[in-house]
């Protein structure tokens, strides 16, 4: 590759320069957890991912933010405060080799389980099917969340305090129109 590869060339993203387009994208961090929480050899993966030159490294694969959001693919519980520790330490460490980190957050909504974690049901915008693990959510309800006066949610994500500011997206809810379909239950 030449230097005036596009792909080498820095990227501006609003108030973000990153060093290049080479990016890793977020997935579980299997094996990587110590007891169910992030540790020094998931924080290390990242490390040596920002030394060897990538642009912006996403972590979490997917970390659950919520009870009713049972850890389902082996994800980082990113809406309890004990992760606080592990966002700082790694987010210091990327940023040391130029690197910017980003975390990816989810609530697993229907495709959530019941019968692993906490035991509670999943919640979804209908309760429809989930096919691949076989549950049936409840219906969820569309709620306003209570906010402090600038505005934002009294509970958000750990993530929010994990590191330098960054940017927080906005969750977008599914807005269904009109009677939700009738399904009946067929096992296949």
């Not at 994208?25 to 990587?32: I, K, R, V």
């Not at 993966?45 to 490294?57: D, F, P, Q």
């Not at 919520?66 to 004990?82: L, T």
């Not at 969820?140 to 969340?145: A, F, M």
């Amino acid at each position: 590759m030449s230097r005036n590869d596009p792909v080498l060339q820095p990227l501006r993203v609003n108030n973000l320069l990153l060093r290049n387009r080479i990016y890793s994208t977020g997935h579980a961090p299997s094996g990587y957890l110590d007891g169910g929480a992030p540790g020094p050899r998931y924080a290390l993966y990242h490390e040596e991912k920002a030394k060897g030159g990538i642009a912006l490294t996403i972590i979490g694969g997917s970390s659950n933010v919520a009870p009713d959001s049972a850890n389902v693919f082996d994800q980082i519980d990113a809406g309890d405060d004990a992760v606080l520790p592990f966002y700082r330490s790694i987010s210091e460490r990327v940023h040391e080799h130029g690197a910017a980190i980003m975390l990816q957050v989810t609530h697993l909504g229907r495709r959530s389980k019941w019968d692993i974690d906490r035991w509670l049901p999943a919640v979804g915008p209908s309760a429809v099917r989930e096919r691949a693990h076989r549950s049936f959510p409840n219906q969820g309800r569309l709620v306003k969340p209570r906010g402090d006066r600038s505005g934002r949610p009294d509970r958000g994500p750990a993530a929010d305090h994990g590191g330098p500011p960054g940017r927080r997206l906005p969750a977008v809810p599914h807005r269904r129109r009109g009677r939700p379909p009738q399904h009946t239950r067929r096992d296949p």
